[in-house]
């Protein structure tokens, strides 16, 4: 029976290495994880983390595919130092294992392996990988590991991975060293990411700050085309896809937030159009609200136990079918199908917020606002601009002189773009009061 056994990790993979010369450790999209070629630069990446033993307290990996995980994590484990896939607490000291860096590694293998040696066996107590924040050490992971080997329980042969989902990670990573110590193989796929979640790369060249586009929910991806070009000379530009018509969709929000956080590129400025704004705000949590937001045209929607008349009045619009056929049809030149409900169903309008969007919760989020004159549905739903009474780090409130279609004309993405420029370049996070102008 496996216990009290904290090995290095490298040492299980070099004993294994005769085993799995003859047959595939992990095969995924028809390639395989050739173990005597992985090995090799598992050991250049080991070699080149030696050097920060001593100063680096966790290595982050942001990667996604499932073979350079694997790299990662074995290299992490062979020198001993923690990792984790997450932004950690500030109070530690931290490198960052990216495409980038794998790549500029395993590149340049000019390592001075001079008075740099493994530690052969592990204390038990020391921290194996950080998890929202939290440790675990070599003695509570690779007991769970014993525990399933000596209940003779084998590791899948197929795993569902998500690239895109951080315990998706940390559950392959415990598959991975269980069919390490198991001498088995097995078979990744990639969990089917039923969002259609994508990140576009619209322009990019290194050294320069990025800013992710969040896609309208009328689809009008074009809209930003004005915007995109004012900014292109300064700053890569990105644009996140998805379904729209599942921006309702309880675990929508978690999907979009997994699938930002784990992206390869941080993000230095969100930008959103209408209830696009809403979706953006609703997913920065405190590992991506260093970033700096920028809503246009985007209300604040409000629940109908705020404001008990106006659930009065909805009441009698429900009540008259021809206006709630017209609303809905309106409502859907902009929305794209946000609901499900049949048009001609009263009870959709019961509510203030007929489409069933998300309502906005107070926080904190370096944030600007940008506005029309006339703002769509602006008098179909019960909404309104006033974003500084949830959120304290309200910058700015900017009212443009045009209506909602026009609000990404030459004129007005050049003035979007000129204040976005001189909020990044002197941007610090702080908890300022609003300045409203």
Request: hydrophobic fraction near 35%; include cysteine; charged fraction near 20%.
């Amino acid at each position: 029976m496996l216990k009290n056994f904290y090995p290095n990790l490298h040492q299980i993979i070099v004993q294994q290495k005769n085993i799995f010369d003859h047959k595939s450790y992990l095969s995924f999209n028809k390639e395989s994880f050739a173990y005597k070629d992985e090995l090799q630069k598992v050991n250049i990446i080991t070699a080149h983390l030696l050097q920060y033993r001593k100063t680096i307290d966790v290595i982050q990996i942001h990667l996604d595919h499932p073979f350079d995980v694997a790299i990662a994590v074995f290299a992490c484990s062979s020198v001993c130092i923690p990792f984790t896939f997450e932004e950690v607490n500030t109070k530690y000291k931290t490198l960052l294992i990216n495409e980038a860096y794998l790549k500029d590694t395993l590149h340049n293998q000019t390592v001075s392996k001079e008075g740099l040696k493994l530690i052969k066996k592990v204390n038990p107590e020391s921290i194996f990988m950080i998890s929202n924040d939290k440790s675990v050490s070599y003695k509570e992971f690779l007991n769970h590991i014993f525990e399933k080997i000596n209940h003779q329980e084998k590791p899948p042969k197929v795993y569902s991975y998500n690239p895109f989902n951080i315990v998706s990670k940390y559950l392959y990573v415990q598959h991975l060293i269980h069919a390490l110590f198991n001498r088995s193989s097995f078979e990744i796929v990639y969990l089917k990411n039923e969002f259609n979640i994508s990140i576009e790369e619209i322009e990019y060249q290194k050294n320069k700050p990025n800013i992710l586009f969040f896609q309208p929910i009328n689809n009008h991806k074009k809209a930003y085309k004005h915007l995109w070009k004012t900014l292109e000379n300064d700053f890569n530009i990105y644009y996140i896809n998805y379904a729209t018509d599942k921006i309702t969709d309880v675990n929508f929000n978690e999907e979009v937030r997994s699938y930002i956080k784990t992206y390869p590129f941080k993000f230095n400025a969100y930008i959103a159009h209408d209830f696009s704004g809403i979706l953006a705000f609703n997913i920065i949590d405190e590992t991506l609200s260093t970033s700096f937001l920028l809503a246009i045209d985007t209300p604040l929607i409000f629940n109908p136990s705020d404001n008990n008349e106006l659930l009065k009045d909805w009441g009698e619009v429900a009540k008259n079918q021809s206006i709630t056929t017209s609303l809905w049809e309106y409502a859907n030149t902009y929305y794209h199908n946000l609901s499900k409900n049949n048009k001609n169903t009263s009870k959709s309008y019961k509510s203030i917020n007929p489409l069933n969007l998300p309502s906005v919760k107070k926080k904190d989020v370096p944030m600007g606002i940008f506005l029309s004159h006339t703002s769509s549905l602006q008098q179909e739903i019960y909404s309104s601009f006033e974003w500084e009474s949830i959120n304290s780090l309200l910058e700015f409130k900017i009212k443009l002189n045009c209506d909602h279609t026009e609000v990404f004309d030459k004129r007005n993405s050049k003035i979007i773009s000129d204040r976005l420029h001189f909020v990044l370049n002197d941007h610090v996070v702080t908890s300022r009061k609003t300045v409203l102008e």
